[in-house]
Structure formats: C-alpha cells, structure tokens
C-alpha cells in the first residue's frame, strides 16, 4: 500500500484525484439531505410481493382449509395502494396462475373503506390474508373468522407482537421474510419447511408459548 | 445477400406487426399503476427462487445490476436457454445473437469475437472474466474460449455490457465487458447430463454432479469433455484440427451465517491441439538491405534470375514445409506450412468471502490463484504463468439518495518464457542486431524481458438519484502497474425516466487497454531475406516497444430504452469512441494509430403471444484508423431469433445471421471475406421435465463459407459447413 501511494502520490494526477475524492465525499454528505427517492420504494414492493408469491406456492391447505368445488381459492387484501405492492401483487398472480390446492386462486383488493366487505368475504372462507399498514383489521379476529387463511403484514411486529404469520422487513439492503414458526408446524395452512433453511432470508419467531417458557 | 436477409426479416416482421395490430402497442390492460417496465421486472423476479430473491439489492449500485432497467448502459444478458434452444454448442457461440459482437469460426477450434469494431487483429479489446477471475491472456492479448467455457448446467448468465466500463471493471473494459455468472451450487444439485453431437463427428459431454454436506453446504462438480474432428480448408486441404479439449471443475458453497458466504470453486483444462504457421511469403530476395519493403518473394526472385541466388533456393530445413502441388494462388507462390502441436494446460483455484453488515455495507473479499501452461508449438513461443489476485469490494447506501461503491485490489503475475527456433527455421541466418550466424533464431523472442508484473487497483463510484426521474454515477478506477504505468479510468453515466415508457441515458467514459507483452516486449523474426551481396540469409525482425503499454480510449455513448408494454422493449444505442496509441503489428513496426469508431445497435425483444417469442437487432460500426476507413470489421450485421411453440413441450426454432463483408488484413495475403447469410433451425422436445432433445441445422443457405483466421498465421481460413447436430439433455 505504501508503495502504491508513493508512486502514485508523486504525481499531478494523484493529487487531483484525491482532492476530487474529497469534494466528492463533500457532496455526497450535502445531497443525502433530501427525501428518498419513490423508486426505491416501488422496488421493494415488487421484490415483497414476489416473495408473497412463492410464499403461496409452498403452502399446503388440507381439504378442509380449502373451498368447495366449483369455488375459487380467494387471495385477500385489505388496505390502500402502497408503492405499487397491491398492482404488483395482482400482476404476479394473473401472470403466474397461482393455484391453491390445484385451483386458479381469485385475487380480491379491498379498500379500508370497505372493511366490511372485506370482513364478509373473510367470514366466508379465505386462504391469503395480506394486511397493509393502513388497515383496521385485527389479525386474532381475522384469525376467528377464517382458520384457513394466512396472514401476510409488515414489520417484526406484525409477528411477534400481533400473532401474524409472515410479514417483510427491510434489512440490510434485502428484503427479508419474518415466519412465525406455527406457520411451519400446524397442520394446515403449512408452510414447506425448505424455507426454514435459508438463514439469509427468514427469521423465524418461536411460537408465544415456546418464547414464554424459554423466557 | 443483404437481400435475401432483408425479405426474410420482411416475412417474420410483417407477422411481428400483425401481433402488434391485434395486441396493440400500448399499454390496455386495466392495471396502470405500474410501468411496462415495473411488469417486465416482476416477471424477471417471478423466475428467481427464493435463495436468489434474497439476493435483490433494494437499492443498488448503477452498473452492477444489468439488468435493472435505469442501467445507463448498453446491455444483453444470456442465459442457458440462449444456448441451447438456438443450437449453439458454446457459449461463445451464443454471443452471434448480441448486437455489436462480431463472433467467427476460424479452424474448429477457434473462435474469434470483437466488440463494436475496433480490432483488426485476433485481439480482444473487452474485457472477460468468469465469476470474478479475469481471463484475458497477457501474453498475446486473446481469449482462450475453449478452456474458459463452462458447463451449460452450471451457467447462470452471461452480462454482455457494450461500451467502456473501465470505471467499473478496470482495465481494456475497452470496447466493453463479458462478465459470466455461475450458479450457486445449492442451484444445482443432483446430476445433469449434456451430450452434443454434430454429424461430422465433433462431439461435447458434460457432466455435473451437485449434493449438500449441510442445511446450508453445498457443493458440485463437473467434468466435460469436446473432442473436435477434422475439417478442411477453403482450398479443401485438411484443416489438421482435430483434437480435444477436456476440464473438470468443483465449487463448495456455505453460508457462515446470517449474511456471510464462503465460496471455495476450482477447475483444470487442457486442450491439444496442432495449429499451422504459414510460411509461403517468408523467403525473400533482398534488392535493398537497407530497406525491407523493396524484397521480393524467393520464387520471384528466381522467376525473373536475378543474380547471385541462393544454392538451394530454398534451405533445406524450410523444404520438408513445401505442400506438393499446391499454391497460395492470391499470391502465386507455392505453398509451404509447418503444422506443430499445441498444448495447453490451465487451473485455478479462487476463494470468496462476502457479507452485509447491519449498517448495509455490502462487501466481498476474494482471491485467486492461477497456473497457464501453453506452447504455441508452430512459433516455438511457450511460457508458463503464474497469477495470484486479491480483491476488496463494497457497497454501501449513503443518506438515501447515494449509494457508494469502493475497492482495492493486488495482482501479481510472473511468466517463464521459453522460445525455441522451429525445425523449417533452422538454418544458418545472420542476425544484423548481433552481427552474428545463428541457426537457432526463434520467431518470437521474449529475451530478457520483465517476467513479472504487480498491479495496485482502485475504483469509486458514487450512484446518486438526483430525483425520482434521473440517476447519476460517476466515478473512476485508478491503477498504478508494472505493465501500464499509472492511470486512472473516469466514468460518468446519467438515466433520464423520461415516462412510464421511455428512458434515455448518456455516458462518458475513459478506457485503458494494456497492450499485450507480445506487443511491448518481444521482438519478432518474421522471415528470412537472402542478401545477394554477401551470400547471406538476414533475419527479418521488428521489436515491441515497453512504451506501447496502453491505448487510451474516450469513449461517448447514449442510448433510449423503450417498453410499449411488458412483452415488448425497443433499444437504441450509438456511440463514438476516441482511441489514441492504437497499437497495430507489423510487419516491418508495430505502429500506434489514433482510431475512431462511430456505430451503434437497435435490437428489439418481443414476446408476440404465449407461442411465439422474438427478438433481434441490428448493428452498424464504421472505424477510421488515421482518418482512413478500416475495412476488416464487416460495417453492419443483423440477426433475428424466432421461437414458436409448436406444442407444450415442442418448440422451432429458427435463427438467422447476416455478416457484413470484410477483409481479414495481412502484411502480404489479404484474403476478403463477402458477406454471409446464415440460417439455423431446429426442433427442441422437451419429453419431461428432466429430457431435453434438440434437433439441429446451421447454416442452411450455404454447404460452407469463409469467416476468420489469425491473419499472417494461418494460410487459409477453415470451411464453416453446413452442420446437423443433435443435443441431449438429462436431468436426474
């Protein structure tokens, strides 16, 4: 190193290139002030509503979790357009033809306006359950009113503290998957285990009562 | 022949745009709160498995994420399905479908690719590397594609970035980069199996194996064997290049932890070959010692009796190189060649080390070391080198609208270089440089050159989004190296959104390609002139000059980007390169020349409906060496690739090329090149899931034609025939 900068310093060049770093670092620190950019934001619901989209396909519903035949598996999501995250999510799942339990799944976007409509269709039996940060719906009640459904949100909270199944965070530049660890081990809905493998991906929540006793 | 392509592209267009009436161009769906791009991107995501998903970067560094739409830059990426549903053998061979890339067969075994213009030598002015490790031989300033092909199971992508990425890459990222990604081995586990079968009798097999020691260890290895047959020249004298190229690899993966990685990978090849020096047009008859362009020919010299001839006219080494009753008939002289082996050895072994920390700095650390044993039997040239690289590289989001990227990097390169006169040359010869006789004066010399060079690298870049609509880097590169002196390489790159639709970017950027050490170090015996004053044979030599260490390129680009909607995109680029100290081989000099390139590329990818998928593009590139038109680089090419979807698992595929014109220059037999017309088609059955069988015909329109050769090396170009070949894929 010490000879790289002694050959490199002794030079005009040199010293313009590091003087142009410094101005360069000084702009940096100058321009960081603004609010981030929109794409950004767009990116990383693109990026969450794939992962939403792989999710559903490693899940299993037992029979029972699943509707009757003639009527289509429903993916639900309550709250407004955020980024892009629920166009992404529709486009993925008209392009991909996600099934569940070998039936083309229907995708439903319900507005926070229309909790109650969102909270019929719930009633009725749902197996996907995406709550945006926005919506007044409550996971337990959600929970109550369809067993079948697996329920999506934001934040570690999302899990941890409000009983949800998955939810995304951002970390380290990435996207990452939060799994509460029920999702793994009740019988249906179930996710794939092979998931649980990817520790630079998931983090998974023990269940409140195994968190309890640890504690 | 432009025509016949041109009422070909006529047929397939006139369908393109009937799709295009019934679909509409324009966005109609009812979903329009994402972008044609935003759709195309999702649908990229969509073939990502979760492993890979967990790699996306949220916000990422321009220039390293090709295929993000904003890239200000002129990219194509290739992956496995490129080279197996077109027919291609090779990846090389994949690269005829890229705009801009100029890729020719010489002899079976060679393949030569160029950039944009620029070359007029077998010289790659682009830079290669494969995962990491560049593969650029120092000593000529080629690319071996043979031994630095990989297993098409293993093969992720290949990002083909045209245009300077010095900034980025480092140096001769000239005329551009091939940067080839393999998978990691968790994404290829168990065993796959590819046969390729040309009725010629030419031959590939490839075997990769994958298994896991943990949850989170993987690893595979690889074996692949391609046995050439023999072909002929366009005189239909044999080609005499039949032979083999064999290599096997490994590669170990582990994840450490929550981000951090190890990958620990290796590989060895060999290849034998023989290859052919012409030697028809290196006896001469000196009329004037003192200058070297008034000899003439030896059989000319004894056509017209001139005095004082030699006895025997032709040594009695050189005789045994004559071909009975053949001629060089562009030159009339009879044809003599020594054909000598070729062998060639090479392995690696590299080590990465990479990780994200909390504060999102994103870092690798890698390593390799690498031993390349050659001799290029027909120049008596051979040399041994040993290469070890160690390489830093971060990223890390700063504030939230810049995202900083730095490096550092060390090389060490040392070469044993051995040079031996060959059998023709073998005779009594004074060498004016020593005053002396000799009968062991080799074609090349390396002499007492350097034999070993360090290199210290550095790079920044800042990628700053000015707004939602515009993003900006600018960085620079800077190297300080035995080899090219100290230099750094700026670069500046700008996207503009215009709309949903549009995106426009402009780049300038300042390349460095480091002249090969043939080309500054070695001096070159390329004949003998009989000096009838003194009854003599006189080496004929020129020298390479430490001086000529790099030619420096400015280069200017722009380029629009548009998607109608999320089946279509339509590109544009055009550039203007600046190149100062151009290095050109003699005879009688190496010369250094300013040359400057104009051209650019217009390609289109369109996914027509559900069972039919296009895509093509054309280029133009007009080069001017010392302000004259350079004419050996064909000024356009154009290709189109049509899949249809016959049935489910049935698919035609259909290619064609069209190859501009050129002439493959020489000190003494420039031999033309006309333009060409190449059609591929074939049928790809895919049985199952694991079985792929793919039936092949290339170059349809033609039994055979001419394309390349190292020029002043071999006599004559190969015949590039007409060919059927089979392929076989198996997963299990």
């Known amino acids: 190193m010490i000879l790289f900068t002694n050959r490199f310093l002794s030079k005009p060049a040199g010293w313009f290139l590091a003087s142009a770093f410094i101005l360069l670092l000084g702009f940096v620190g100058i321009t960081s002030l603004t609010a981030s950019p929109q794409e950004l934001e767009r990116r990383e619901a693109r990026v969450q509503a794939t992962y939403l989209a792989h999710l559903i396909t490693f899940t299993r519903w037992s029979q029972d979790h699943l509707p009757k035949q003639g009527t289509s598996p429903k993916i639900v999501v309550h709250g407004s357009e955020q980024n892009g995250f629920v166009a992404s999510l529709e486009y993925l799942i008209s392009q991909s033809n996600i099934e569940i339990g070998g039936v083309s799944a229907q995708f439903i976007h319900h507005e926070n306006a229309k909790s109650g409509n969102a909270m019929a269709e719930i009633k009725r039996g749902v197996q996907v359950v995406f709550i945006m940060p926005d919506s007044a719906l409550d996971i337990k009640t959600i929970r109550k009113l369809s067993p079948s459904a697996v329920i999506f949100g934001f934040g570690r909270d999302f899990v941890i503290q409000g009983g949800g199944d998955v939810s995304f965070v951002a970390s380290r530049n990435r996207v990452k998957l939060v799994l509460s660890e029920n999702y793994f081990r009740r019988t249906s809905p179930k996710l794939s285990a092979k998931i649980a493998n990817l520790k630079s991906v998931v983090e998974i929540i023990k269940n409140r009562s195994t968190r309890s006793s640890n504690e | ?287 004037d010692p003192s200058d070297p362009t008034n000899n003439i020919p030896i059989h000319t010299a004894d ?118 006169v060959t059998s023709p040359w073998a005779f009594s010869t004074l060498d004016p440089e020593t005053n002396s006789s000799s009968s062991t004066i080799p074609i090349l010399d390396y002499g007492t050159s350097p034999t070993s060079f360090d290199r210290f690298s550095g790079f920044i870049q800042d990628s700053i989004d000015l707004s939602d609509d515009v993003v900006l880097s ?34 300038y950027s300042r390349a460095y390609r480091q002249a090969s050490l043939v080309e500054q170090y070695t001096k070159v015996s390329y004949a003998r002139a009989w000096n009838p ?127 501009d014109d050129r002439i493959i220059p020489s000190a003494y037999n420039e031999i033309p090149i006309d333009d060409y017309l190449r059609l591929d088609l074939g049928l790809v059955w895919r049985l199952k899931e694991d079985w792929e069988i793919g039936l092949f015909g290339r170059d349809l329109l033609d039994s055979d034609h001419p394309e390349n050769m190292y020029n002043d090396l071999d006599v004559e170009p190969g015949k590039v025939e007409r060919t059927f070949l089979l392929s076989i894929t198996k997963e299990f």
């Not at chain 2, 590289?393 to 939230?400: L, Q, T």
């Open chain 2, 1 to 287: 022949m432009f025509q016949k392509f041109t009422n070909l592209s006529l047929f397939y267009l006139s369908c393109f745009f009937a799709v295009i009436g019934t679909d509409g161009l324009a966005e109609s769906d009812n979903n329009t709160s994402l972008s044609p791009f935003e759709k195309a991107e999702l649908k990229r995501l969509l073939e990502l498995d979760f492993r890979d998903l967990g790699r996306v970067p949220i916000r990422s560094v321009l220039g390293y994420e090709q295929e993000y739409w904003r890239n200000p830059a002129s990219v194509h990426v290739i992956r496995p399905d490129d080279v197996s549903l077109n027919g291609h053998v090779l990846m090389v061979d994949s690269f005829r479908n890229v705009a801009g890339m100029y890729v020719s067969r010489g002899v079976g075994y060679d393949d030569f690719v160029t950039m944009r213009n620029f070359s007029g030598s077998a010289t790659e002015k682009f830079l290669t590397i494969v995962d990491g490790r560049e593969v650029l031989q120092r000593m000529g300033g080629t690319i071996n594609w043979t031994t630095e092909d990989v297993p098409l199971a293993i093969l992720d992508r290949v990002e083909i970035i045209r245009g300077a990425g010095a900034s980025i890459w480092g140096t001769n990222a000239v005329s551009g980069v091939v940067n080839v990604v393999t998978k990691h081995a968790a994404a290829t586990q168990g065993n796959s199996v590819r046969l390729v079968m040309e009725h010629d009798g030419t031959f590939l097999g490839e075997y990769v194996h994958g298994g896991k020691l943990s949850e989170d260890s993987f690893y595979r290895v690889w074996v692949r064997d391609q046995e050439y047959a023999e072909g002929e020249l366009m005189s239909g004298l044999p080609a005499r290049d039949d032979g083999y190229a064999r290599k096997a690899g490994f590669r170990y993966d582990k994840s450490l932890g929550p981000d951090l990685d190890f990958t620990f990978a290796g590989g060895f090849a060999t290849r034998r070959v023989d290859h052919v020096m012409d030697l028809t047009a290196r006896l001469f008859y000196s009329t």
């Open chain 2, 303 to 420: 056509s017209y009796a001139l005095p004082n001839l030699p006895s025997p006219l032709i040594p009695v080494s050189w005789q045994s190189s004559l071909v009975n009753g053949e001629t060089v008939s562009s030159l009339g002289l009879p044809r003599y060649q020594n054909y000598e082996e070729m062998p060639q050895d090479g392995s690696h072994l590299r080590a990465k080390l990479s990780g994200i920390t909390d504060n999102d700095l994103e870092w690798s650390l890698s390593a390799y070391a690498e031993l390349y044993d050659t001799s290029l039997g027909h120049i008596g040239h051979s040399w041994e080198r040993k290469e070890y690289d160690l390489d830093f590289r971060a990223n890390k989001p700063v504030g939230d609208r810049h995202h900083l990227s730095f490096g550092a990097a060390f090389r060490h390169m040392s070469f044993d270089v051995n040079d031996v």
């Open chain 2, 474 to 507: 600018l960085g620079s590169k800077f190297e300080d190296g035995d080899l090219s002196g100290s230099n750094f390489q700026p670069g500046l790159r700008i996207s503009y959104t215009l709309n949903e639709q549009n995106i426009f970017w402009g780049a």
């Open chain 2, 533 to 659: 004053a003194d009854s003599n044979w006189t080496n004929q030599s020129f020298t390479g000059d430490p001086a000529n260490h790099d030619e420096q390129m400015d280069a200017y680009e722009l380029g629009w980007r548009m998607r109608p909607n999320a089946d279509l995109l339509i590109e544009l680029s055009l550039y203007h390169y600046d190149t100062k100290d151009a290095v050109f081989s003699g005879p009688p000099i190496y010369s250094l020349s300013d040359v400057e390139t104009t051209g650019g590329e217009l390609t289109f990818d369109y996914h027509a409906s559900d069972t039919w998928y296009l895509e093509g593009g054309y280029s133009y590139s007009r080069g001017k060496k010392d302000g004259e038109i350079q004419i050996d680089f064909p000024e356009s090419m154009a290709n189109l690739t049509s899949h249809i979807k016959i049935r489910d698992n049935l698919l035609f595929s259909q290619n064609l090329y069209y190859t």
